[in-house]
């Protein structure tokens, strides 16, 4: 600290001739990482002013000065709370700033110092949820005074202790150089004794007899002062007298008080003796009457007896009757019962006949409901919906209905016999598995059936033999080898090898599989509501409230215990019921999860099934039941499979060659994106899905722009320039046309691209007609960079106007038109009629031709003036032999 302290004030305060008086380490409050200096320091020069500086270390380790508020300027200083262990405090100026110091002591240093200071200056902020012993005592003002002597300052400090001064109170740790100023008459006395002692520095021996002699006089004057107050310190003595008096008299009464007290004591010890004794003999009375209550409790009727030992089931009557034993059996097995007549003997031997009782009635419960699970568990369901041709799930609602008479039943058994209620549970979770296994394989064939148009065939026929079952799934699996999305229907295959593909297929199938998901969610939530309410599966313990739960979970052995309970949180209870739920919804439903895979995975159109899929996981209620954590897997595998199918598109574009046999012309993958592309956009048109389309669009859209060029490089029969120019053409046009948002940058790309190829072929294949001409010219310009006047070409011998005239004399009308003719049959060959871009071509030939023309037109006038040299043939001419050409073709 100290070497911080000595830092702070010779790089910040000390160059501007300021004093540092305290600081503190802290950071913001909601910036912990972020940490500063909050200093108080004062000017060394009256008018003192104190200021409030925070000061930073930059990233070179210098001090360097962040922000300031003058003292007067603090409006609130608020420590947050009185404890002296908290580090927190705000200080409120035109807003208001949250610090934390690094440790309290610090925190305990700078607001007592700023309190001082603020008392010193009297400046009034509002100091709140500070400790008071902070806030109160004496101040600690430093003074500093120049006392001029012989053309040198003398710098003096004194403390002055405010507002008395005999009561000096110490400097604290860490203000030692806290200083303040005196007050005026104080300096007024220093000053003056100052200059009266100026010679001090130069005679000290002077001055220190001077000192000596002012010290006597004043013990002096300080003797009779003493010896003046005699009599008031006579008098006080007397009064002490008085006082010591007056206190022995208190303390004999006090005596006599105490002697009094002891005997009331022994009086009330023999009051207690005589009520324990009284007690005692009512308890017996007592006793007696709570055995004889007990004994009325626990006492059962006998027509609950003969119920609980041969209770008939099967009738409603029989029902009723078994209901009401069990309620009274569970009614005097939970009844409360003082732990001291537990030990009875009678007591002990009721217990047994109430477990036996409890043993027998739970004994005929389980075996009722197991053959009964077993019985409805081989039930054919309800057929009406798939007998009539919908596709339809069948639902149990009439199963649920026979089953909810035993609900209370099945209460009882959770309450008094757990390991019973969980072996029910494990038979009723098997038999209902296999019942909906059933139900939902056959569902699912049926909608394989939908999709592929083939008859329907009853529950019947498809549960008779495999060999008939094994037809059907051959009749089905072959329809799906030939959909839309097959191996062979990939971007970078040719249409012509694209198997026939049947426009409804794709609809159909989206509108089945919705179907198929919009069936399986009510059958579900059914059954899962039933589930809870029949076993209980929203009640932790039957025998508990909604936020406790016993210690004991065996009731059988343990029902005559105390009522001893914990405290559970209501979210764990919660969490703890919906993992029940879903752990017995996932053994009843297990089939759900691989019976969709092998759906979607049998058919392999993907983009429909992630859509669908998507939209009824989204769609659900309730993101933690059990049809949405069903729907989770399944939707990993189809996105899976999803990417799987587009990384096969990716691959079949990289590995396309392209007709090779004749000109190349639009590559497959370029020709076959419209459809593909369209296919995708009515299938993820407002999906939530979308962005997977978007992510796979760019991947493939820049593999194609990767592998244009290659392929191109590497066409033995198309040059390089038309394969790019047609394709990129074909990919610009393609893509204004389907306006996809997330391609726009390729589409402009393209278009670059298609730019750039087209500029590059007629560069290559349209050249120099008029090649002797541009050579000729060409040593002209050599001539002219070398020196030689324009005017002054035609006296050159090889540049002469005879030479111009004989190089001229080589391109008559008729032979430029046979050349641009046997160029036009050149370009017709090479491009494709698919694309239509012989005109374009063309017109980009044309205005090259007249270009060159026109360049070659400006020299021979720039450097033959006079000469009347032109070519035979003019810019009309020239155009007149494009439009022939074009029209004769």
């Not at 300021?18 to 503190?24: A, I, K, P, S, Y």
């Not at 909608?447 to 008939?468: P, Y």
């Amino acid at each position: 600290m100290a070497a911080i302290r000595h830092s702070l004030q010779h790089e910040v305060f000390q160059p501007c001739d300021e004093r540092l008086l305290t600081f503190v380490h802290v950071t913001k409050a909601l910036k912990k990482k972020k940490s500063s200096f909050l200093c108080i320091a004062v000017t060394k020069e009256s008018p003192y002013t104190v200021t409030i500086y925070q000061v930073k270390k930059t990233e070179k380790n210098i001090f360097k000065k962040k922000r300031n508020w003058p003292l007067n300027t603090l409006k609130i200083v608020d420590g947050k709370c009185a404890s002296t262990d908290s580090n927190d405090f705000d200080l409120h100026f035109d807003k208001v700033f949250k610090w934390s110091a690094t440790n309290p002591l610090e925190r305990k240093t700078f607001i007592i110092v700023l309190w001082k200071q603020c008392v010193y200056y009297q400046e009034k902020p509002e100091f709140k949820n500070i400790p008071p012993e902070w806030i109160t005592g004496d101040t600690v003002v430093p003074v500093e005074i120049n006392v001029p002597n012989n053309g040198k300052l003398l710098n003096v400090f004194a403390i002055t202790l405010l507002p008395k001064y005999h009561s000096y109170k110490p400097v604290e740790a860490g203000e030692v150089e806290d200083f303040q100023a005196l007050t005026e008459k104080e300096e007024f006395d220093l000053v003056q004794l100052m200059e009266e002692c100026g010679y001090a520095v130069s005679n000290a021996e002077a001055f220190m007899e001077n000192l000596a002699k002012d010290l006597s006089i004043l013990d002096g004057e300080n003797v009779q002062s003493v010896l003046a107050s005699e009599k008031r310190v006579s008098s006080l003595m007397d009064h002490l007298d008085v006082a010591i008096n007056e206190v022995e008299r208190v303390e004999s009464q006090l005596n006599a008080y105490d002697d009094i007290l002891c005997h009331k004591k022994l009086y009330r010890l023999f009051l207690n003796v005589i009520f324990l004794v009284v007690r005692k003999h009512f308890s017996l009375d007592f006793g007696l009457i709570a055995q004889k209550k007990n004994a009325v409790e626990l006492e059962l009727d006998s027509k609950h007896q003969a119920a609980l030992t041969d209770a008939d089931l099967t009738t409603p009557q029989g029902l009723r009757s078994a209901i009401e034993a069990g309620q009274a059996l569970q009614a005097v097995m939970n009844a409360e019962i003082q732990p001291a007549l537990v030990q009875l003997a009678a007591v002990q031997e009721q217990k047994k006949r109430f477990d036996k009782w409890k043993t027998k009635f739970s004994q005929i419960i389980s075996r009722h409901l197991n053959n009964l699970f077993i019985h409805l568990g081989n039930d054919p369901g309800e057929l009406s919906g798939t007998l009539s041709g919908d596709l339809s799930l069948p639902k149990h609602s009439s199963l649920h209905k026979e089953l909810q008479s035993y609900a209370q039943l099945m209460h009882w058994m959770k309450a008094m016999d757990r390991k019973a209620y969980n072996a029910l549970t494990k038979v009723y979770v098997t038999a209902l598995g296999k019942l909906y296994e059933r139900d939902i394989r056959f569902f699912l064939e049926e909608a394989k059936q939908h999709i592929c148009s083939v008859v329907n065939t009853s529950r019947e026929d498809l549960s008779m033999s495999g060999g008939a079952t094994s037809k059907i799934k051959g009749s089905i699996s072959g329809s799906s080898n030939s959909g839309s999305t097959s191996p062979s229907a990939l971007l970078g295959v040719e249409r012509d090898f694209w198997p026939d593909t049947d426009p409804q297929e794709r609809f159909r199938y989206h509108k089945v599989f919705d179907r198929v998901l919009a069936q399986l969610g009510p059958v579900c939530l059914e059954e899962q509501r039933f589930a809870v309410s029949f076993f209980q599966l929203d009640i932790l313990s039957p025998t508990t409230k909604n936020t406790q739960t016993t210690l004991d979970a065996g009731i059988s052995n343990e029902n005559f215990k105390s009522d001893e309970t914990v405290a559970v949180p209501t979210h764990k209870i919660e969490r703890q019921m919906n993992e029940e739920v879903r752990k017995m919804m996932g053994e009843i439903f297990g089939c759900i999860e691989p019976e969709l895979i092998n759906f979607t995975s049998h058919f392999e159109k993907i983009d429909s099934i992630l859509v669908c899929l998507s939209h009824h996981v989204l769609s659900a209620q309730d993101a933690g039941s059990f049809l949405s954590k069903s729907f989770g897997p399944v939707l990993v595998q189809v996105k899976r499979s999803y990417d799987r199918f587009m990384q096969i598109q990716l691959q079949s574009i990289l590995d396309c060659r392209g007709n090779r046999k004749s000109k190349c012309g639009i590559l497959p993958f370029v020709a076959n994106f419209e459809i593909f592309a369209k296919t995708a956009e009515s299938v993820f048109k407002e999906s939530d899905r979308r962005a997977d389309l978007d992510k796979w669009y760019v991947k493939l859209v820049g593999a194609m722009f990767e592998a244009i060029p290659t392929i191109a490089m590497d066409h033995p029969k198309t040059p390089p320039e038309i394969i790019k120019m047609e394709n990129f053409h074909h990919l610009f046009a393609l893509l204004s046309q389907l306006k996809i948002a997330v391609l726009d940058a390729q589409r402009k790309e393209a278009k670059q691209k298609y730019n750039e190829a087209l500029r590059a072929y007629v560069t290559r294949y349209f050249g120099r007609p008029l090649e002797k001409l541009n050579i000729f010219f060409e040593g002209v310009q050599t001539k002219v960079g070398q020196g030689v006047e324009k005017s002054e070409i035609s006296y050159q011998m090889a540049f002469s106007k005879q030479e111009l005239r004989k190089v001229i004399k080589e391109y008559p009308g008729k032979e430029v038109k046979r050349g641009l003719d046997h160029l036009y049959k050149k370009v017709e060959k090479h491009l494709c009629e698919e694309e239509n871009l012989l005109q374009v071509v063309w017109r980009a030939m044309q205005e090259e031709f007249i270009q060159q023309y026109k360049y070659i037109a400006d020299l021979v006038e720039k450097c033959y003036p006079g000469a009347n040299v032109t070519l035979e043939f003019s810019i009309d001419d020239v155009l007149q032999y494009f439009s022939e050409i074009a029209r004769s073709h």
